[in-house]
């Protein structure tokens, strides 16, 4: 055990006796320890441990580990001389004599301090990194929640607008300058919901939360309708639209709702940049496996240094304060993503500033002939609300804290024949419900103190099932793919997002209570899933 110990540089090796006083040397204790020999042999091996370690029995844990088990391997943190600390792996071995009891321990140290240390900066890197990437999350999810919050509080006062512009539209009359008045109000909040829907729709596309419901169509049907869509706008400025369709396009599988969304940007696109007098021409076309909506226009056109940036994110050609045309630059950005989530894609072609614009989308053509049934998209159901069915003997409970839309949720449907009850807050409507016959309810999501959540949580938890059951629609400014998830699975059977379409709520609730037999147009008006 007194023998001289071999020097290795690389290690500190020493020996210690019973109660770990040194009783050996190699140069490598002086190179990794800082101990010359006449100062290191006698001194106890307490010193090369924190005087933490030291309190915590953590020498004693070493060496009585070694003596039991024969070999002790740790890694842990020790001091030099000059109490600078260093990481070391400790290898600790027991020495016996010949009767076989343990007379002292051998060291082997070797210093780790640069590993150690490129460790903990690796995990320092991996904590910063999760931090960053919480940071990330939370800011999104503090986004979206912002975005939720905007869209409630400016669909909202919107909804208002919408539906009195309808009832005062009803009873207009012959007087031409209200009517011009009304269609300029309602022409202007649609503008504004679009730019609500936009915002929405590029935060849905920048997180990857884009659903598509894809159904097998015949292109020529949601062309036609489209063009019929924008053609009262394009009227209105005095643009002609014209349309070639071929007949032997083929179907494809899109999700009806967002090709619509694509052709409708595109098509207000064409109209907005179009002066009076000019030109919009549709075609319907094949080119090889694809079919081609080409949307052509005699407008502004497309200067040739904006051209390959006319599908990024909120730019546009003109961003000065004396611009012509208003909006936020994500329609087209909205377009080409929507397209290519479909597996096509779409270009856009101007042969320079007032000539013109040129956009085509290609989608993919899956069959010559239908394998879903389809209903031809120009038997549209009409917008008069006195094609609906009446809602006569119908008691309707509206729940809303705003006081303009609960008011013409009240005067449209008793325009329909309906028995309306109106409830400022969900307590309100709880008594009515207990007290008076209801067959419907339609609430509101967002209200002060209760919401439209804890509303639906009541109604059904009420022991009277008759009461319990009844059907219930969520007509709210929440309109996320997830809010509507969440309402159907709270217990609502429909969600209407604002500003409501008179004709929708008035079709979903005759479809929920059982009139959809009456005529078959309303039955596709009630299955028909809005897209917001």
């Known amino acids: 055990m007194h023998d001289v110990v071999r020097p290795v540089n690389e290690y500190a090796i020493f020996g210690v006796d019973l109660k770990g006083f040194a009783t050996t040397w190699s140069e490598g204790v002086e190179r990794l320890l800082g101990w010359p020999r006449d100062e290191f042999i006698g001194l106890t091996t307490e010193k090369l441990f924190s005087p933490e370690d030291v309190a915590n029995g953590v020498q004693r844990t070493v060496l009585r580990t070694a003596a039991e088990q024969g070999l002790s391997a740790s890694e842990l943190w020790l001091l030099q001389k000059d109490g600078t600390p260093f990481f070391a792996s400790c290898i600790i071995s027991r020495a016996i004599d010949a009767t076989g009891h343990v007379i002292g321990f051998t060291f082997v140290l070797q210093d780790r301090t640069e590993w150690r240390r490129a460790q903990e900066e690796h995990h320092a890197l991996l904590e910063t990194e999760r931090k960053v990437r919480q940071d990330a999350e939370q800011a999104s999810r503090l986004k979206d929640e912002f975005l939720a919050t905007l869209s409630h509080e400016l669909r909202s006062p919107l909804n208002a607008i919408v539906g009195w512009v309808h009832i005062a539209r009803r009873h207009a009359g012959d007087n031409p300058e209200l009517t011009r008045s009304l269609d300029t109000i309602e022409r202007n909040v649609r503008a504004q919901t679009q730019i609500v829907n936009d915002l929405l729709d590029m935060s849905r596309i920048m997180t990857g939360q884009v659903r598509l419901d894809l159904q097998t169509v015949d292109l020529r049907d949601a062309v036609w309708n489209a063009v019929e869509t924008v053609r009262p706008a394009a009227e209105a400025k005095r643009v002609r639209l014209e349309k070639s369709l ?45 079919a081609e909506i080409v949307i052509e226009d005699s407008g502004v056109g497309i200067a040739p240094s904006f051209l390959p940036h006319v599908f990024d994110r909120f730019r546009q050609a003109d961003s000065s304060t004396t611009r012509r045309h208003g909006g936020l630059g994500l329609g087209l950005s909205i377009v080409k993503s929507l397209v290519e989530l479909h597996g096509g894609s779409v270009k856009a072609a101007s042969p320079g500033e007032g000539l013109g614009a040129t956009f085509t989308v290609a989608l993919p053509i899956v069959s010559t002939h239908g394998e879903d049934v389809h209903i031809d998209s120009r038997q549209r159901f009409t917008h008069d609300l006195d094609a609906l069915p009446r809602l006569s003997k119908v008691s309707v409970l509206v729940v809303d804290d705003e006081a303009d839309s609960l008011l013409f949720f009240g005067r449209l449907l008793e325009e329909c024949g309906a028995h309306v009850l109106l409830a400022v807050d969900a307590e309100q409507a709880m008594d009515m419900l207990r007290t008076e016959s209801v067959d419907i309810l339609i609430s509101d999501i967002g209200m002060a103190g209760a919401d439209g959540y804890q509303l639906i949580q009541q109604l059904r938890a009420l022991p009277d099932e008759r009461v319990s059951s009844i059907p219930a629609v969520a007509v709210t400014a929440y309109a996320r793919a997830e809010d509507r998830r969440r309402l159907l699975l709270a217990g609502y059977q429909m969600h209407i997002s604002k500003p409501v379409e008179p004709q929708e709520l008035v079709a979903g609730i005759a479809s929920l209570i059982g009139l959809t037999g009456r005529t078959s147009a309303l039955k596709r008006v009630a299955n028909e899933q809005r897209y917001n």
């Open 246 to 290: 071929e007949s032997s396009i083929g179907w494809t599988k899109v999700d009806p709702a967002r090709l619509q969304q694509v052709l409708w940007n595109l098509l207000v696109n064409a109209v907005k940049f179009t002066p009076p007098g000019g030109r919009v021409r549709v075609a319907l076309q094949r080119a090889n496996s694809h």
